[in-house]
């Protein structure tokens, strides 16, 4: 198998996901938007998330982009039911949302992504040159400082402990720690706080939503290759995947529980 093969699209059909996510969405207030960004679209469920809550006119449009043609006419397909014209497609990086949207946008909604990008500075410098003035841009991430509730440490100590012990004992294998991704290497709220203030954004809105994961959504993102290869950097995802679902399940069976929390950071911004 290979890297796209491990993609979101799996994890990202838990209903728990959609949940948080169209809490975010409700939070941005897009009803009344007429250009609106879904960042790093992917297989569209957050685009149908916007479609639901627009009032459309003949001059609103959802713009989603991501920077993989396969990814788009996934979204394409699946949207085909709600979309009725609607939604522009654009294949681009997200680093390059000004140029590749042009005229200027009302919101810019990115789920659960901001952790992945090596330099958050010219993202943000990009996201802020296409907001309109008193634009929105609404985000959320799991993978921060503090994404880790309290009442989970334990399963997550016990979890990487016995994925380790798997991969060491039946393939003699370690990860390599220099290798570590954008993903591990996270931001407190007030760090993304300043990012925000650095490009003319004001917070609007801040909120930490904890979610109940159930054992399928923890399976569900040891498939996923940016969260493989952030917890074992340097192992082959096929392996890595395994250990780290063995280890899921068996903790979750020591633990004797159905659902571990997590926390999801929320922000709404305004440009000023």
Same mark, same amino acid.
């Given at each position: 198998m290979t890297t796209s093969d491990y993609n979101f699209s799996t994890f990202s059909k838990n209903s728990f996901y959609a949940e948080l996510n169209s809490r975010l969405i409700d939070m941005a207030d897009?009803?009344?938007?007429?250009?609106?960004?879904?960042?790093?679209?992917?297989?569209?469920?957050?685009?149908?998330?916007i479609l639901e809550r627009i009032n459309r006119t003949t001059n609103t449009v959802v713009i989603a982009l991501d920077h993989s043609q396969i990814a788009l006419k996934t979204a394409m397909d699946e949207l085909k039911d709600i979309s009725n014209g609607a939604v522009k497609y654009v294949q681009s990086g997200v680093e390059n949302i000004s140029e590749s949207i042009k005229d200027s946008v009302d919101t810019v909604v990115f789920c659960n992504a901001i952790h992945y990008l090596p330099d958050k500075d010219i993202v943000l410098?990009?996201?802020?040159?296409s907001l309109s003035k008193n634009g929105k841009f609404a985000f959320?991430?799991? @993978?921060? /400082?503090g994404g880790q509730h309290e009442d989970s440490l334990s399963f997550y100590s016990k979890w990487m402990f016995k994925a380790f012990r798997i991969l060491r004992k039946e393939y003699g294998l370690k990860p390599e720690k220099s290798?570590?991704?954008?993903?591990?290497?996270?931001?407190?709220?007030?760090?993304?706080?300043?990012?925000?203030?650095?490009?003319?954004l004001k917070i609007e809105i801040q909120k930490?939503?904890?979610?109940?994961?159930?054992?399928?959504?923890?399976?569900?993102?040891?498939?996923?290759?940016? @969260?493989? /290869?952030?917890?074992?950097?340097?192992?082959?995802l096929d392996t890595a995947s395994e250990v780290l679902q063995e280890g899921v399940r068996q903790t979750y069976k020591e633990l004797n529980v159905t659902h571990v929390p997590r926390n999801w950071l929320d922000i709404v911004a305004r440009k000023i």
């Amino acid at each position: 198998m290979t890297t796209s093969d491990y993609n979101f699209s799996t994890f990202s059909k838990n209903s728990f996901y959609a949940e948080l996510n169209s809490r975010l969405i409700d939070m941005a207030d897009v009803a009344s938007d007429l250009r609106i960004v879904d960042l790093a679209c992917g297989a569209g469920g957050v685009t149908r998330l916007i479609l639901e809550r627009i009032n459309r006119t003949t001059n609103t449009v959802v713009i989603a982009l991501d920077h993989s043609q396969i990814a788009l006419k996934t979204a394409m397909d699946e949207l085909k039911d709600i979309s009725n014209g609607a939604v522009k497609y654009v294949q681009s990086g997200v680093e390059n949302i000004s140029e590749s949207i042009k005229d200027s946008v009302d919101t810019v909604v990115f789920c659960n992504a901001i952790h992945y990008l090596p330099d958050k500075d010219i993202v943000l410098s990009e996201i802020s040159k296409s907001l309109s003035k008193n634009g929105k841009f609404a985000f959320n991430t799991s @993978f921060y /400082e503090g994404g880790q509730h309290e009442d989970s440490l334990s399963f997550y100590s016990k979890w990487m402990f016995k994925a380790f012990r798997i991969l060491r004992k039946e393939y003699g294998l370690k990860p390599e720690k220099s290798l570590k991704v954008e993903s591990r290497k996270q931001l407190t709220p007030q760090d993304y706080s300043d990012l925000l203030i650095r490009h003319g954004l004001k917070i609007e809105i801040q909120k930490i939503d904890t979610v109940q994961v159930p054992m399928e959504g923890w399976l569900d993102i040891c498939a996923f290759s940016d @969260f493989i /290869e952030g917890t074992m950097p340097g192992i082959p995802l096929d392996t890595a995947s395994e250990v780290l679902q063995e280890g899921v399940r068996q903790t979750y069976k020591e633990l004797n529980v159905t659902h571990v929390p997590r926390n999801w950071l929320d922000i709404v911004a305004r440009k000023i």
